[in-house]
């Protein structure tokens, strides 16, 4: 049972043009949420939480979205670049336990 | 570097053989996870250790898996009797824990090649 969903397994995007990738999640106990970047040969690097108390946090070209009532997360680069390629992975959490589901990942191709 | 450390980077092992993956957490860091990475799949939650406790093993498949984290020294993932199926890569992480949430920080990985 995938409670963590990322839908688009690959996105291509111009340089300098917004970056929009998805996440689904169908557990309703979830309410800490969290973006990686992930390049080849290196671990996952953190990039930006959200709490469910929130609807939206935002880190210099990062933005992240939470629609709690859809039960979707979305992550906006603004704007790309060539360096943002990479693999991206979306998580949950149920604050005060310690399991971080992730999804199964999005390969943003940012093209010069 | 007070980055979460893994070793090996790579380990190739012959199958039956026995793989040993070292886990050095963040500095501060009490609490350590290792996640698989089987290719083109997300990461899978195996285990979660605190410091001479396993919390959660529920991600570990049932036999030649084990998972420690003493008081002193590294987390250890240990496979025995490794098959080929066990090829993939292994991450490691760490967070605070505590009572507020945080990220967790994750070291770049043993890539095991069973052969």
């Known amino acids: 049972d995938q409670q963590v969903k990322q839908n688009s397994p690959s996105l291509s995007v111009q340089e300098g043009r917004i970056s929009i990738l998805n996440c689904d999640y169908t557990?309703?106990?979830?309410?800490?949420f969290l973006w990686y970047k992930k390049y080849p040969a290196e671990g996952p690097t953190f990039l930006i939480s959200?709490?469910?108390?929130?609807d939206k946090n935002e880190d210099g070209r990062f933005t992240v979205f939470l629609n709690k009532s859809a039960k979707h997360l979305s992550l906006h680069i603004v704007p790309s670049q060539p360096g943002d390629s990479a693999v991206y992975f979306c998580?949950?959490?149920?604050?005060?336990?310690?399991?971080?589901?992730f999804g199964t990942g999005t390969r943003l191709k940012v093209l010069a | 570097n007070a980055g979460v450390m893994q070793n090996p980077r790579h380990l190739v092992r012959r199958r039956g053989q026995e793989a040993r993956l070292r886990c050095s957490p963040m500095?501060?860091?009490?609490?350590v996870y290792w996640y698989r990475q089987l290719p083109e799949e997300g990461l899978k939650f195996m285990v979660y250790?605190?410091?001479?406790?396993?919390?959660?093993e529920s991600g570990m498949p049932k036999e030649r898996f084990s998972a420690e984290f003493p008081k002193e020294g590294p987390s250890i993932l240990r496979i025995q009797q490794v098959v080929r199926g066990d090829s993939a890569a292994y991450f490691c992480?760490?967070?605070?824990?505590?009572?507020?949430?945080?990220?967790?920080?994750f070291g770049n990985g043993t890539r095991l090649t069973v052969t």
């Open positions: 992480a760490s967070s605070e824990g505590g009572g507020q949430p945080s990220p967790l920080h």
């Open positions: 557990n309703s106990m979830f309410d800490y």
């Open positions: 959200i709490s469910s108390i929130k």
């Open positions: 998580a949950a959490s149920v604050s005060g336990t310690y399991k971080y589901i």
């Open positions: 500095k501060g860091h009490s609490h």
């Open positions: 250790l605190q410091k001479e406790n396993i919390i959660d």
